[in-house]
């Protein structure tokens, strides 16, 4: 299995091309086929006329623009943990 880059994104993170662009949503990260040397991220935007287009990008030429709290590690709370403890 191909490791996803440095750079990884994740479904629901905001991105845009390095050079410009509109803001795109990650839909997926694809593993590279035999033919590739490495993968690639598909992305959703909408166009000027609000239809909506996708295509595939490699990760070198996206950045973050905003990370989805999706797949963020949720802290457990203090009192929660303090309560669990304070009972055994």
Same mark, same amino acid.
């Given at each position: =299995?191909?490791?996803?880059? %440095?750079?990884?994104?994740?479904?629901? @993170?905001?991105?845009?091309?390095? $050079? !410009? !662009?509109? @803001?795109? *949503?990650?839909?997926?990260?694809? %593993?590279?086929?035999?033919?590739?040397? =490495?993968?690639?991220?598909?992305?959703?935007?909408? +166009? &000027? +006329? !609000?239809?909506? /287009? *996708? @295509? %595939?990008? $490699? *990760?070198?030429?996206?950045?973050?623009? /905003?990370? *989805?709290?999706?797949?963020? &590690?949720? %802290?457990?709370?203090?009192?929660?943990?303090?309560?669990?403890?304070? !009972? +055994?």
């Amino acid at each position: =299995m191909a490791k996803k880059p %440095e750079n990884e994104f994740n479904p629901g @993170d905001i991105v845009r091309i390095v $050079s !410009g !662009g509109p @803001d795109m *949503s990650v839909i997926e990260y694809e %593993e590279p086929t035999i033919y590739e040397d =490495m993968g690639v991220y598909k992305c959703a935007w909408f +166009n &000027k +006329n !609000g239809d909506i /287009q *996708s @295509d %595939e990008f $490699s *990760s070198y030429i996206l950045e973050l623009v /905003q990370k *989805s709290n999706k797949y963020k &590690k949720k %802290e457990p709370e203090k009192k929660k943990l303090m309560i669990a403890i304070a !009972g +055994n």
